[in-house]
């Protein structure tokens, strides 16, 4: 009842029917709508990028917060598996930063694309996988990159729907926090932070991989709204 009011409240009175088929055919409400509100921003969305959560929404806030109070000059951001381009958007709204943004997806690129131009932000978007066509050097890292295990369990809306390279990782979900963190010194200035959005039990093992990197950066695991570990802070001074 929750969704057929949330189709009816988005969608138009046309649309509406062959939304309601969507729906019990499982397709996910953001897809049918075809677009979120993600930190006040309308994000156009469909299956070929990771539908925007709550949870991302404050680890930009907690970034955003971060930069604010420990970067005095304007900085630049590289943002990781940006998708639907929501974290770069959001970001871009709130500082005075030049930001660039990958995707090893050029189907989400496309759609990363309209939204920043949609939401009148300008953002250097590119193809990467991790740093292999990255050449400068940030002040910021931020992803929320894939991390969820390839044997966990997850709900099939999720899995029949949303991208597979969005959502899984080799290494029990850790895979990409090692693939950054191994090549991030060569992409930091020497002031920098790195942001990411982790699973929930994932928070010990990935500040280690951090201390593994960098021994002498400041790492803070922090937690979402429900109270479980969700995000890893690095504060890094070469």
């Known amino acids: 009842m929750k969704d057929i009011k949330y189709l009816e409240k ?3 009175k046309a649309k509406l029917e062959e939304g309601l088929k969507q729906l ?13 509100n993600f930190y006040g921003n309308i994000i156009k969305v469909n299956p070929n990028v990771l539908i925007p959560r709550f949870e991302t929404e404050l ?17 630049k951001i590289l943002d990781i598996g940006t998708g639907s381009g929501a974290i770069a958007i959001s970001l871009k709204k709130k500082l005075d930063a030049d930001i660039d943004a990958i995707d090893i997806s050029e189907s989400a690129l496309e759609v990363a694309t309209e939204n920043a131009k949609e939401n009148e932000t300008k953002i250097n978007f590119f193809e990467s996988d991790v740093f292999s066509n ?7 890292i931020i992803s929320n990159p894939p991390y969820i295990s390839y044997t966990e369990e997850i709900e099939d809306i999720v899995k029949n729907n ?4 969005a959502l899984f990782a ?5 895979e990409f926090y090692e693939k950054i963190l191994s090549k991030a010194k060569h992409h930091i200035t020497n002031k920098a932070m790195i942001a990411f959005e982790i699973g929930r039990t994932q928070g ?4 280690s991989i951090a201390k593994e990197y960098f021994p002498k950066a ?7 709204l429900p109270g479980e570990d969700r995000f890893v802070f690095i504060f890094i001074k070469k």
């Open 10 to 12: 988005y969608l138009e």
């Open 24 to 36: 019990e055919a499982g397709l996910p409400l953001q897809y049918i709508v075809g677009n979120v």
């Open 59 to 75: 680890l930009v806030d907690k970034t955003i917060n971060y930069i604010k109070r420990n970067f005095k000059e304007k900085t």
């Open 134 to 140: 990255v050449t400068e050097k940030y002040d910021i």
């Open 162 to 165: 949303e991208p597979a390279i």
């Open 170 to 174: 080799e290494n029990n979900g850790l």
């Open 204 to 207: 010990n093992a990935v500040a």
């Open 218 to 224: 400041d790492i803070k695991i922090e937690k979402d």
